[in-house]
Structure formats: structure tokens, C-alpha cells
């Protein structure tokens, strides 16, 4: 049983930057993001493979964030730069056992999510 906890969130104005880390309590395999807007269903966000030599966007954050981890210390990142009004949502770190599983599927494995507000 992986557990995910996340943290960085918070309230940024448009066109500003924050990052998110996601720490597991153990190894895991592939990781990904996922964020629920008000009203809206989860989505994806990105994904990275098990070394970080693979990582995979949702063309909405494509070019804007980037997806990064750290195995020593058992944590992924999300930076998230030029941000918008639309990506205000709850985001959620995800883990799963294989890279393909987020191309069409999420992992078992949820954290508890973290808030992030883009307002001016």
C-alpha cells in the first residue's frame, strides 16, 4: 500500500508559477497528476515514468508545466508556470504500476489533494 501526500498549493494570480511535490511513502513505479475542477470531472494532467526518462501532458498544460521526480527522496514535482484562470482545481498526485496505465486509465493509488486557486 503506497501512500501519497501532497503539498504546494495555494493562491497565485494569473501568469504566475507554483509547484507542486507529491511524497510517497515508499518507491513507486509510473506517477501522475490528475486535478477536478468545480463541477467538473477529474482529468489528467501529466505523467512520468518510473526513471523520468518518459513524461506525458495533457495538451492543455503542454509547454506550461512540467512533470519531474526525485527517487532518492521518493517525491514528484509539478511546476506549473504562465498559470490560468482554468487551472484552478483540486490537484491529485496518482501513482500506477506502468507508464501506458495513463494514456486511457489512473493508477490505484490517490493522495489527498491540494488546492490551487489562480485569481487576481
Known amino acids: 500500500q503506497v501512500q501519497l501526500v501532497e503539498s504546494g498549493g495555494g493562491l497565485v494570480q494569473p501568469g504566475g508559477s507554483l509547484r507542486l511535490s507529491c511524497a510517497a511513502s515508499?518507491?513507486?513505479?509510473?506517477m501522475g497528476w490528475f486535478r477536478q475542477a468545480p463541477g467538473k470531472e477529474r482529468e489528467f494532467v501529466a505523467a512520468i515514468s518510473e526513471i523520468g526518462v518518459r513524461t506525458y501532458y495533457a495538451d492543455s498544460v503542454k509547454g506550461r508545466f512540467t512533470i519531474s521526480r526525485d527517487n532518492a527522496k521518493n517525491t514528484v514535482y509539478l511546476q506549473m508556470n504562465s498559470l490560468k484562470r482554468e487551472d484552478t482545481a483540486v490537484y491529485y498526485c496518482?501513482?500506477?504500476?506502468?507508464?501506458?496505465?495513463?494514456?486511457?486509465?489512473?493508477?490505484?493509488?490517490w493522495g489527498q489533494g491540494t488546492q490551487v486557486t489562480v485569481s487576481s
Open positions: 515508499g518507491r513507486t513505479a509510473a
Open positions: 496518482n501513482a500506477a504500476n506502468s507508464f501506458s496505465t495513463y494514456y486511457s486509465g489512473v493508477g490505484d493509488y
